[in-house]
């Protein structure tokens, strides 16, 4: 049985890069690594997004 999604809410906060306190969601130079896994999940949340809505669209 597929699962249709009729509300998609997306919430994201914005901190300026010179936030004291790495305020930036992790994404200061002393956390590189993390700030890329980051990015890593976006892109797949992204791929993963567009995919979905390519199947939607092919139907």
Request: hydrophobic share 40%; aromatic share 0%; proline share 5%.
């Amino acid at each position: 049985m597929p699962i249709e999604i009729r509300e998609l809410i997306i919430k994201a906060e914005v901190a300026p890069e010179n936030a004291p306190g790495g305020a930036a969601g992790g994404n200061s130079t002393a956390g590189d690594g993390n700030g890329q896994a980051t990015e890593a999940m976006i892109a797949l949340c992204v791929e993963k997004v567009l995919q979905a809505l390519k199947e939607k669209n092919e139907r």
